[in-house]
């Protein structure tokens, strides 16, 4: 969850004043506000708050049911899908394959989640993908890749227009 909070200026009274919360998901942002069903009522000395929980990328504005109406400057907030991991061993044989899975979400069925593994340079390089398939909640993944030699290991799933770069947790595996 978010906490959009903000003050009311350049209306009196300040407090007490309805602010209706309104969000565009569409992409490039900025053109296509739709009322997210939330209004809330300003505090002494125009506070105001919203918890909110975007399943995608969305930019939001807030709206003061004041005379003239006051619009808020819009700000984005970026969703990052929750990528779990599981690996079959964490101390294969140098050369065995090793099974990576685990569940994404939100649902990103037909995507790919891409294994990595920390190179030389300290830079994550892909050696593996799996595709998403529908699972409920959200979307899972497996794949086997082969482990040459130890080495730290996450999975990433690319950003799109509806969701920013996801990361797993880093795991260590330790060849014998």
């Known amino acids: 969850p978010v906490v959009l909070s903000g ?10 004043v309805t602010v209706r919360l309104e969000k565009d998901e569409t992409k490039p942002f900025g053109d296509s506000y739709k ?6 009522a300003t505090a002494n000395g125009g506070g105001y708050s919203f918890t909110v929980k975007p399943e995608r990328n969305t930019q939001y504005r807030v709206v003061a049911q004041a005379s003239p109406p006051v619009t808020s400057a819009p700000r984005l907030v970026l969703v990052r899908p929750l990528i779990g991991l599981r690996v079959s061993t ?11 899975s685990g569940r994404v979400q939100p649902a990103r069925n037909g995507a790919f989640a891409l294994v990595q593994r920390r190179g030389s340079t300290g830079r994550f390089v892909t050696v593996g993908r799996a595709t998403l398939r529908a ?9 086997r890749v082969r482990v040459r030699s130890s080495g730290a290991y996450r999975v990433k799933l690319a950003e799109n227009a509806e969701l920013t770069n996801g990361f797993s947790r880093t795991v260590t595996l330790t060849t014998r």
């Open 7 to 16: 003050k009311l200026n350049g209306v009196t009274p300040t407090n007490g």
């Open 35 to 40: 009322p997210s069903g939330m209004t809330a």
């Open 90 to 100: 964490q101390a294969p044989r140098a050369g065995s394959f090793v099974r990576f």
């Open 135 to 143: 699972s409920s909640p959200g979307s899972t993944y497996s794949v």
